[in-house]
């Protein structure tokens, strides 16, 4: 267990993904991940200094020194949930890959757990990592990296599978990035997975963002590929990235 982590940033935004778009969270974006997807925006260079808001939504961040200790991030969460009581509904541990950080977290969660529910966002291929923090968990949203969309030249199928496997018993959903290059054999290898686990896991489909703030999806292919998975799915929903519209971090 670790009391310290790297983080690149905390602040309190709307969730832009997923189950809990909408929702507003606290977001602890750790660093590092074992994968390097083509379309990530995260910078993994490892600074001195990780960002804090301020203010929770203020967008405006100071440095703190790295690593960055539990007291520290536990007072400035507990100060921001007395600031706006009720606000928040829960606490995103994202990344990165946080179950890289696997000692930070058997040594954070529980505290965090206490605060407000924990939601771990996550790459879905490190499934022995999540064995051991599961019970610490409220909530997991997992992404089935495509290649069409990924650019990752290696298949994640057998592990997104065991990593399925491993997340199901509690509230779990997951996502996939798609763009005019996903495949409906794409679409047949994810359904395929949540099936064999429980065909009523929640599917995100998610339109590619491009950098100009258009999505890299015709909405006719898009539609074709919902339509695919919500013949195999209970639960299919089709969801942009929200927070980016907002204009939010
Ligand atoms: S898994 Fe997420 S953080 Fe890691 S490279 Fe891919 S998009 Fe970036």
Redesign the pocket.
């Known amino acids: 267990m670790s009391n310290t982590a790297f983080i690149s940033e905390l602040f309190s935004s709307v969730q832009g993904e997923g189950l809990f778009a909408g929702r507003r969270q606290i977001f602890i974006r750790l660093m590092e ?5 083509q ?4 910078d ?1 260079a490892m600074s001195a200094v990780g960002k804090c808001e301020t203010a929770p939504g203020s967008g405006v961040s100071r440095d703190v020194n790295q690593p960055v200790s539990l007291p520290v991030v536990t007072s400035l969460v507990k100060e921001w949930l007395t600031r706006l009581p009720g606000a928040h509904h829960s606490i995103s541990i994202t ?3 946080p179950l890289v950080s696997l000692a930070t977290l058997a040594g954070w969660l529980p505290e965090l757990g206490r605060l407000l529910p924990v939601h771990l966002e ?2 879905g ?1 490190l499934s022995q990592a999540l064995r051991q923090v599961k019970p610490l968990l409220h909530h997991i949203s997992m ?1 089935i ?1 495509l290649p069409s969309t ?1 650019g ?1 030249d290696r298949s994640l199928w057998e592990e997104h599978a065991l990593f399925l496997r491993e997340a199901y018993g509690i509230s779990l959903a997951v996502k996939i990035v798609v763009s005019g290059r996903t495949t409906p054999e794409e679409i047949g290898q994810v359904t395929g997975l949540i099936r064999g686990v429980d065909g009523a896991i929640p599917l995100f489909i998610q339109p590619l963002s491009l950098t100009d703030g258009s999505v890299g999806i015709g909405a006719v292919t898009l539609l074709e590929l919902q339509a695919l998975a919500a013949s195999r799915l209970s639960d299919v929903r089709v969801i942009p990235q929200m927070h980016r519209m907002l204009g939010a971090l």
């Open positions: 991940c074992n994968l390097d997807c379309y990530c925006d995260t993994f990344g990165g890959e996550t790459n291929t992404d990296k990924s990752i």
